[in-house]
């Protein structure tokens, strides 16, 4: 017999993303149930103005209410942290065809939501989740980078990367976003070695400042065909180019999908 969630364990979810700040960990949104599949609803603010916080001394998931406006892309978004705040791109809605290219900032001090871009299917930034993404601090100025994804189709295919169009209609891709927190202005870096192939379903970690490393996913090639790998690339970071290092390839027919 199922044994009964405790009124401290996480309700069931997925296709969301847990993050840490200092010894707490911070839990939003994700597909779960009894939230709808619409672009917006009243009951799924509802349920989404909430976080959910663990932290060791308690041991207990409290949800904790936030104020402002929080994203409408509930699954499939990317997040990352500086210092006490969250930060989430992109997402999907949970009804089709509807990412978004949106950048939120969540104060886990205040739990203020604050809107720094909303979503706009003309800007050059591909409306898009799956994807993965990380902060880094270039002369005291910090930026968000965003790589790859499955989304919406792209407004404006950007020469120096790829777009693929799957067999249920959406597009997936090796796309890089930057976006510069002090003027919220957005730049795509140029890449230098073997750019990622597009894909969507990788792990992006943080190894210093300017350092980060890319493994596994689904990536997809030019006949839309979905391989799962094990590839391990190490990123070097600017705030206008990416030098790309593949550390480990091994792939073979078996791992297509």
């Known amino acids: 017999m199922a044994s009964k969630r405790s009124k401290n364990q996480l309700k069931e979810r997925a296709y969301h993303r ?78 089709p065809d509807c990412y978004h290219n949106s950048i939120t900032q969540l104060d886990t001090v205040s739990l203020q939501w604050r809107e720094l871009e909303l979503t706009d299917a003309t800007r050059p930034v591909m409306r898009r989740g799956h994807g993965g993404m990380i902060s880094f601090k270039h002369d005291g100025v910090q930026h968000l980078l965003m790589i790859g994804g499955v989304g919406s189709k792209p407004a404006v295919q950007l020469p120096h990367y790829k777009y693929i169009e799957l067999s249920n209609g959406d597009w997936c891709t090796n796309e890089h976003s930057m976006y510069n927190l002090s003027s919220r202005k957005w730049s795509n870096p140029s ?21 980060a490393v890319l493994f596994g996913g689904l990536e997809v090639d030019d ?35």
Request: proline share 4%; with cysteine.
């Open 191 to 211: 890449i230098i070695g073997q750019c990622i192939p597009p894909a969507n379903g990788f792990i992006i970690e943080k190894i210093n400042n300017t350092r």
């Open 18 to 95: 847990t993050v840490s700040v200092r010894d707490s960990l911070y839990v939003w949104a994700g597909n779960q149930p009894g939230l709808p599949g619409v672009h917006d609803s009243e009951e799924k603010r509802r349920i989404t103005s909430n976080i959910q916080h663990f932290t060791p001394s308690t041991g207990q998931w409290i949800t904790r209410a936030t104020t402002g406006t929080h994203p409408l892309g509930v699954g499939a978004y990317c997040c990352t942290t500086i210092n006490d705040l969250l930060y989430y791109f992109g997402g999907y809605c949970g009804h």
């Open 223 to 257: 006949d839309a065909k979905n391989t799962r790998t094990n590839n391990i690339y190490i990123l070097e970071i600017s705030i206008s180019t990416v030098l790309v290092c593949l550390l480990c390839s091994d792939l073979n027919n078996e791992d297509r999908v």
